[in-house]
């Protein structure tokens, strides 16, 4: 199959031959449709993810059929329609007989811990408890944008932030994961401050329910106290980085929920001070689980949200190695899918 091919950190890639992979007796394998390309893969490509062995194929946000289906899965044909979270949960750890898949303890992700999506086929472990069926309305271009940014987004402000309709939501950092959270919090009725140093990602913003847009400066945290009369209620890191996370616990209100999503490096230094005063509450949210997307797609469904507006460009694989390397200069606003069949 025709793949991109990582061989060295930080250089750029190019499309190679590579040898399909195969599906596990408890896997299946997908023709990819389209793979979204996110900021988590630009980390991959360069060396920050520890578990990325050389050569690599990137790839992590994927929908698509499945192509061949492995001895011991039950429920699933070849042709079904489906996309997967960029967690794979074994099914049998003590966090999944929880209902809590989305931090596995054998967990595998395509992209990272094996070859992902950036490819012709995919792999997919333990099927029975990582796929999730396609409805017919939904396109491969928008079901590529659930498995990580929009699922994860989605969790985070709904499940582990509990936003209520009526609060101040800050979102910090209007990329694709960023963007998501917007539109998922407007939709459950509260009002948001869309925060970011691209005026496009803003524009973006704006138009997918944000109240305010506000471009990133100083005293962002005393601007976005100012607009809500005494601070955010929930406050949501989309970016990954100790000042922004510094920014978005000194924007909310007393006794606020704070939401890291953003990775942030192992050297971070945070005066929490504010946290302690405050009696804020931290929280991490990693992903979604796939027995949780229905309740997503359902809202996909009905249109009270519209993931497939966050896809601003469709590139073929011949386009990917250009995409991933331009994002060392920053990202382009909205979200890029590949689409492994298509031209450059």
Same mark, same amino acid.
């Given at each position: 199959?025709? %793949?991109?091919?990582?061989?060295?950190?930080?250089?750029?890639?190019?499309?190679?031959?590579?040898?399909?992979?195969? +599906?596990?007796?408890?896997?299946?394998?997908?023709?990819?449709?389209? @793979?979204?390309?996110?900021?988590?893969?630009?980390?991959?490509?360069?060396?920050?993810?520890?578990?990325?062995? #050389?050569? &690599?194929?990137?790839? &992590?946000?994927?929908?698509? $059929?499945?192509?061949?289906?492995?001895?011991?899965?039950?429920?699933?044909?070849?042709?079904?329609?489906? $996309?997967?979270?960029?967690?794979?949960?074994?099914?049998?750890?003590?966090?999944?007989?929880?209902?809590?898949?989305?931090?596995?303890?054998?967990?595998?992700?395509?992209?990272?811990?094996?070859?992902?999506?950036?490819?012709?086929?995919? /792999?997919?472990?333990?099927?029975?408890?990582?796929?999730?069926?396609?409805?017919?309305?939904?396109?491969?271009?928008?079901? %590529?944008?659930?498995?990580?940014?929009?699922?994860?987004?989605?969790?985070?402000?709904?499940?582990?932030?509990?936003?209520?309709?009526?609060?101040?939501? /800050?979102?910090?950092?209007?990329?694709?994961?960023? #963007?998501? %959270?917007?539109?998922?919090?407007?939709?459950?009725?509260?009002?948001?401050?869309?925060?970011?140093?691209?005026?496009?990602?803003? +524009?973006? +913003?704006?138009?997918?329910?944000?109240?305010?847009?506000?471009?990133?400066?100083?005293?962002?945290?005393?601007?976005?106290?100012?607009? @809500?009369?005494?601070?955010?209620?929930?406050?949501?890191?989309?970016?990954?980085? %100790?000042?922004?996370?510094?920014?978005?616990?000194?924007? #909310?209100?007393?006794?606020?929920? &704070?939401?890291?999503?953003?990775?942030?490096?192992?050297?971070?230094?945070?005066?929490?001070?504010?946290?302690?005063?405050?009696?804020?509450?931290?929280?991490?949210?990693?992903?979604?689980?796939?027995?949780?997307?229905?309740?997503?797609?359902?809202?996909?469904?009905?249109?009270?949200?519209?993931?497939?507006?966050?896809?601003?460009?469709?590139?073929?694989?011949?386009?990917?190695?250009?995409? #991933?390397?331009?994002?060392?200069?920053?990202?382009?606003?909205?979200? $890029?899918?590949?689409?492994?069949?298509?031209?450059?």
């Amino acid at each position: 199959m025709r %793949a991109i091919l990582v061989e060295q950190f930080g250089v750029r890639p190019a499309v190679a031959d590579v040898p399909d992979p195969v +599906a596990a007796d408890h896997g299946v394998t997908l023709r990819v449709a389209a @793979t979204g390309l996110c900021r988590s893969d630009w980390h991959g490509w360069q060396g920050h993810d520890r578990d990325i062995r #050389l050569p &690599h194929v990137p790839g &992590h946000e994927v929908a698509g $059929t499945i192509a061949a289906v492995g001895r011991d899965v039950r429920g699933w044909s070849e042709g079904d329609r489906v $996309t997967v979270p960029f967690v794979c949960a074994c099914g049998s750890c003590e966090q999944c007989r929880d209902g809590n898949q989305q931090v596995c303890l054998r967990q595998e992700q395509p992209g990272f811990s094996y070859w992902g999506s950036f490819a012709e086929y995919v /792999a997919v472990p333990w099927a029975q408890v990582n796929l999730v069926r396609l409805p017919d309305q939904l396109g491969f271009d928008e079901a %590529a944008t659930l498995g990580c940014r929009f699922a994860t987004a989605y969790r985070a402000v709904r499940q582990v932030g509990r936003v209520a309709a009526g609060e101040w939501v /800050a979102v910090f950092g209007c990329g694709g994961v960023g #963007l998501s %959270a917007v539109m998922v919090a407007a939709a459950a009725g509260a009002a948001v401050i869309a925060i970011d140093v691209s005026p496009g990602a803003l +524009a973006l +913003a704006a138009g997918h329910g944000a109240a305010y847009t506000l471009a990133a400066g100083p005293d962002i945290a005393g601007r976005v106290r100012e607009i @809500t009369d005494g601070g955010a209620q929930l406050s949501v890191d989309a970016i990954g980085s %100790a000042q922004v996370a510094q920014s978005a616990l000194q924007s #909310l209100r007393p006794r606020g929920r &704070h939401v890291q999503i953003g990775l942030l490096p192992g050297d971070v230094s945070l005066d929490l001070t504010v946290l302690i005063s405050r009696e804020l509450q931290w929280l991490g949210s990693h992903g979604m689980a796939a027995r949780e997307y229905p309740e997503m797609l359902e809202l996909v469904r009905s249109g009270a949200v519209r993931p497939a507006g966050l896809v601003t460009r469709v590139i073929g694989l011949d386009g990917a190695p250009g995409a #991933l390397a331009a994002m060392s200069a920053g990202s382009t606003p909205g979200v $890029t899918v590949i689409r492994p069949g298509a031209g450059v």
